[in-house]
């Protein structure tokens, strides 16, 4: 059910997400098609269009997703969204997310467009940037807005976006431009959105935002390590039973299911992108034993690591 897979880039285009990469800042990596653009778009290979779970994860971009096959689950902090064919979202600066697929492997995809500030506001601090900007990413109550195809006003929105991918997969003459101008269009309804929000802002804690980012990059960092909830509270300046709630309010699970997913995650890359063995594998990625690390793979994933490896994704 949760076979890890890839979003890839087309081949001869830039390069697509193939997984979410985390910097030295502990929030992800986005490629953007031109580094003076700052915007980035993100398509599976047709032959290749699936994906499994996108582990939590936040970045500084904006993001517009658009669901072109199977149907997604997406969560944050505090919502949870069905997404299905033709459906899309918005993901605000900074969010918290994850993605999870609801069918087989093979039967979900999307394509997800990423931009940050300057790419609409041109500089920080500008009139754009503090006047329509700043009050998005200050939003904190808007995490994320879900487009439904089957609402008109969301349909139109949809429509623009996919214009855009549209647009930069054919990189017509004044692309560029063209994508920027689309996009100041879609902004007006997210800064609409931000503004009705904000009657809603004191029901969130930023605090807690940032005590659950804190910890979920000491497990990124130390993943190979015994890491364990002393440490984890500690990092975040918490209590051991604090730590507890607010993985179980936020991610719905435990610091050590947490763990062990991150575990299993980095395990799929070295299986899949190394020739290490499956005992070189668990003690890299802190299961200890090949025969722990196999069964929570299998009890996870429903396959062994050794059919993985071969799998064709």
Not at 40 to 53: C, I, R
Not at 262 to 272: G, P, V, Y
Request: hydrophobic share 35%; glycine share 6%.
């Amino acid at each position: 059910m949760h076979q890890l897979s890839a979003r890839e880039g087309r081949k001869g285009e830039n390069p697509a997400k193939s997984k979410c990469r985390i910097g030295k800042n502990k929030k992800e990596i986005i490629t953007y098609q031109s580094q003076m653009l700052h915007y980035g778009l993100y398509t599976p290979d047709p032959q290749k269009a699936s994906f499994t779970d996108i582990p939590w994860h936040w970045h500084d971009e904006f993001e517009f997703g658009h669901i072109i096959q199977g149907s997604i689950l997406y969560k944050t902090n505090h919502h949870e969204f069905t997404l299905k064919k033709g459906d899309g979202i918005f993901i605000n600066s900074g969010t918290l997310h994850h993605l999870q697929p609801l069918e087989s492997p093979s039967g979900a995809a999307l394509r997800t467009q990423f931009f940050d500030q300057s790419f609409l506001a041109g500089y920080p601090g500008s009139i754009y940037d503090v006047k329509y900007i700043m009050p998005v990413q200050e939003a904190k109550s808007l995490d994320a807005a879900p487009l439904y195809l089957d609402n008109p006003s969301h349909a139109v929105m949809l429509e623009k976006i996919r214009k855009c991918e549209e647009i930069c997969l054919n990189k017509e003459p004044f692309f560029e431009l063209r994508i920027r101008s689309i996009f100041s269009e879609l902004w007006e309804t997210v800064y609409s959105w931000a503004q009705e929000q904000k009657r809603n802002e004191k029901a969130y804690d930023p605090a807690e935002d940032e005590r659950i980012k804190q910890m979920l990059s000491l497990i990124r960092e130390r993943y190979g390590e015994k890491i364990t909830v002393a440490d984890l509270a500690l990092t975040a300046h918490i209590s051991e039973r604090e730590c507890y709630r607010i993985f179980q309010n936020i991610l719905g699970i435990t610091p050590r299911n947490f763990m062990e997913i991150t575990r299993l995650q980095k395990a799929q890359e070295l299986l899949r992108y190394t020739s290490k063995s499956i005992l070189e594998i668990a003690l890299e990625t802190g299961f200890g034993t090949s025969s722990y690390f196999c069964k929570t793979f299998k009890a996870y994933h429903h396959i062994t690591p050794n059919q993985y490896r071969k799998m064709e994704v």
